[in-house]
T-cell receptor, first 115, second 113 residues
Framework: AQSVTQLDSQVPVFEEAPVELRCNYSSSVSVYLFWYVQYPNQGLQLLLKYLSGSTLVKGINGFEAEFNKSQTSFHLRKPSVHISDTAEYFCAVSELLQGAQKLVFGQGTRLTINP | KAGVTQTPRYLIKTRGQQVTLSCSPISGHRSVSWYQQTPGQGLQFLFEYFSETQRNKGNFPGRFSGRQFSNSRSEMNVSTLELGDSALYLC????????????FGPGTRLTVL
């Protein structure tokens, strides 16, 4: 079974500073990788996804992530954060079983932006 | 296009009761997945339905069940509620194919007293 490890449970940063949220996955086969964001009292919103092709993936709200197969990592980055980026971020890998897809999530990283 | 809707948004039940949650997927989507989110266990996959058939099931006791109707709407049922069932239950809908992007609803917050 696949697993996802988010290395930081909480990341505090100052507004306009860069941020990196780290994610490692375990898989010996081709993977689909995702980052989701969850704002308070809301569901999950897809930030970006890696299915194949270019290892640098750009998403919404200025976020990007780099797929590194040798390091089995998929770290999320933003060059300059805003107060509105305060949320919980989840890294996920897609696992295919009997033709059905399920998402395996990391434990989440709470990003707090301080003014 | 309307998004994924879940009803009710909030629910309070007592131990031993049963509960039914509903999810309406995005129009045209035939896959509905359910996830449980708790502070301790994080996000865990419950089950996935496609064209009224359960294709995949997570590691949850038999008290957790679900079904999907011909219009792709799905319900999940939890019987004999326990305190540990308190969680946010998220529904996600997707199209067909080996990869289908999943769109999440706002969730149903279940509190078991």
């Amino acid at each position: 079974a696949q697993s996802v490890t988010q290395l930081d449970s909480q990341v505090p940063v100052f507004e306009e500073a860069p941020v990196e949220l780290r994610c490692n996955y375990s898989s010996s086969v081709s993977v689909y990788l995702f980052w989701y964001v969850q704002y308070p009292n809301q569901g999950l919103q897809l930030l970006l996804k890696y299915l194949s092709g270019s290892t640098l993936v750009k998403g919404i709200n200025g976020f990007e992530a780099e797929f590194n197969k040798s390091q089995t990592s998929f770290h999320l980055r933003k060059p300059s954060v805003h107060i509105s980026d305060t949320a919980e971020y989840f890294c996920a890998v897609s696992e295919l079983l009997q033709g059905a897809q399920k998402l395996v999530f990391g434990q989440g990283t709470r990003l707090t932006i301080n003014p | 296009k309307a998004g994924v809707t879940q009803t009710p948004r909030y629910l309070i039940k007592t131990r031993g009761q049963q509960v039914t949650l509903s999810c309406s997927p995005i129009s045209g989507h035939r896959s509905v997945s359910w996830y449980q989110q708790t502070p301790g266990q994080g996000l865990q996959f419950l089950f996935e339905y496609f064209s009224e058939t359960q294709r995949n099931k997570g590691n949850f006791p038999g008290r957790f069940s679900g079904r999907q109707f011909s219009n792709s709407r799905s319900e999940m049922n939890v019987s004999t509620l326990e305190l540990g069932d308190s969680a946010l239950y998220l529904c996600a809908s997707g199209s067909s194919g080996s990869y289908n992007e999943q769109f999440f609803g706002p969730g149903t917050r279940l509190t078991v007293l």
